[in-house]
């Protein structure tokens, strides 16, 4: 069965750092770009970062830029988010998502295989 687990989250001040991570099982990372999207109350499910195949080109989405880190392990089969100084609005559910193509994008359309979300949780 192919599916992806994601963990991580959880309660954390504004300013703190948080890892998430993205384990597949039933199938190898190593042909899928990866994206995390995330999705707060009463809005869209927004793009916010995405890793190509060979780990080269990641994307961020403006809000992220210069906070949040993705790296893959394909040893591990396993995707990461590093999120650092962590602001009320980076408040969501966060999602990956599996695509089969080398190159990544932020728009979640082409994406096959979703995960069942961690939540995240900023306040003081």
């Known amino acids: 069965q192919l599916q992806l687990v994601e963990s991580g989250g959880g309660l954390v001040q504004p300013g703190g750092s948080l890892r998430l991570s993205c384990a597949a099982s039933g199938f190898t990372l190593d042909y899928y770009s990866i994206g995390w999207f995330r999705q707060a109350p009463g809005k869209e499910r927004e793009g916010v970062s995405c890793?190509?195949?060979?780990?080269?080109?990641?994307r961020y989405a403006d809000s992220v830029k210069g906070r949040f880190t993705i790296s893959r392990d394909n040893a591990k089969n396993t995707v990461y988010l590093q999120m650092n100084s962590l602001k009320l609005e980076d408040a969501a559910v966060y999602y990956c998502?599996?695509?089969?193509?080398?190159?990544?994008?932020?728009?979640?359309?082409?994406?096959?295989?979703w995960g069942q979300g961690t939540k995240v949780t900023v306040s003081s």
């Open positions: 890793i190509s195949t060979s780990g080269g080109m990641p």
């Open positions: 998502a599996a695509y089969s193509s080398a190159v990544c994008g932020l728009l979640s359309g082409p994406y096959h295989y």
